[in-house]
């Protein structure tokens, strides 16, 4: 089997060297992922707010991260899927826990294979990938490199990343390079979903003021007026709805970027006013961004500073 080779993405100068923040990187090399990954598979990103950052230099990581891609995506039928993860160390979904009595993050590159697979030999260990080299690389920065065979003949590559020591007790993300003029009101009542929402902007570099009901989101809008450039709505909310609200927001935030989020379906939802967008819970962290993304990029056009 022929090996893959190791990419080198460009290196963003943001990063820091020996203390990666591991979701910025997978963002960062995204284009490579999806060129490595070419016509075989669609590629889908799910990243988790809850990773710590790595004592891996970011140029290590974004090679690590395309050379896992191009070798799963050699595993896929036309059609199939290639899933991109982040984990953190508490969280065992897809992919084995971290070994015992260390701590990790994980990175999960995962095939997924749509329709019915034709036989191919089994995976079983990294050399079989023509990745011992990696493997053997990333053993020198203190991480694991495993195979987990899967159903229907999928992999799952996993990344056993060590975790660098934090620079302060909070436990809270670092937070990215701020997005100038990029002010977020977060209107969401439940807090467990306010609070990972709002981590996962800021990590990204965005600066969030939150509300869990209509009064505190008007005390919100009346205190930051204009300077706020996206709501992100509920649209079921205590005592009034999503779409009432931002009506009511309009006049301290009138040219504000609006996206809704529900676990209502968009047939549910109905007509959107005014460009406003709308996104469906459960969502990913590169789902939510990327809106994000999009719609302060539109603020940014229609009110240059």
């Known amino acids: 089997m022929s090996s893959v080779a190791l990419v080198s993405p460009p290196h963003s100068a943001q990063l820091e060297e020996n203390c990666t923040d591991l979701n ?14 070419r016509h075989y598979a669609t590629v ?15 140029m290590e990581i974004e090679k690590l991260i395309v050379a896992l891609c ?6 896929i039928h036309a059609g199939g899927r290639l899933l991109v993860e982040t984990r953190g160390m508490n969280e065992a979904q897809g992919a084995l826990p971290s070994p015992p009595g ?17 036989p191919r030999p089994t995976v079983r260990s990294c050399s079989d990938l023509g990745l011992g080299e990696l493997q053997r690389a990333l053993e020198c920065l203190g991480g694991q490199l495993e195979v987990v065979p899967l159903a229907d003949q999928d992999i799952a590559l ?63 809008a009346e205190q930051h007026g204009s300077a706020i450039a ?22 301290p935030c ?11 379906s968009p047939e549910h939802v109905g007509t959107l006013a005014d460009g406003a967008c709308f996104l469906r819970k459960p969502f990913t962290a590169q789902e939510l961004v990327g809106m994000v993304r999009e719609l302060t990029a539109q603020h940014a056009a229609q009110c240059p500073a």
């Open 158 to 220: 996993v990344a056993h990343l060590p975790i660098a020591a934090p620079s302060n007790s909070s436990g809270r993300m670092p937070i990215a390079a701020a997005h100038a003029a990029c002010l977020i009101l977060l209107v969401e009542d439940e807090p467990q979903v306010q609070a990972v929402t709002a981590r996962i902007l800021r990590s990204f570099g965005y600066s969030v003021i939150t509300a869990h009901n209509e009064r505190t989101a008007l005390a919100q």
């Open 70 to 75: 191009g070798a799963a995506s050699l595993r």
């Open 102 to 118: 260390q701590a990790r993050a994980r990175l999960i590159v995962r095939t997924e294979q749509l329709g019915r697979p034709e």
């Open 44 to 58: 889908q990103f799910s990243l988790s707010p809850n990773v710590s950052r790595i004592a891996v230099p970011a």
């Open 24 to 37: 910025q990187v997978v963002a960062h090399a995204e284009k490579s992922i999806l060129r490595v990954a």
């Open 254 to 264: 009138a040219q504000a970027r609006v996206l809704y989020i529900s676990g209502y």
């Open 230 to 251: 996206l709501v992100v709505s509920d649209l079921v909310l205590p005592g009034v709805s999503g779409k009432d609200l931002v009506r009511r927001l309009r006049i």
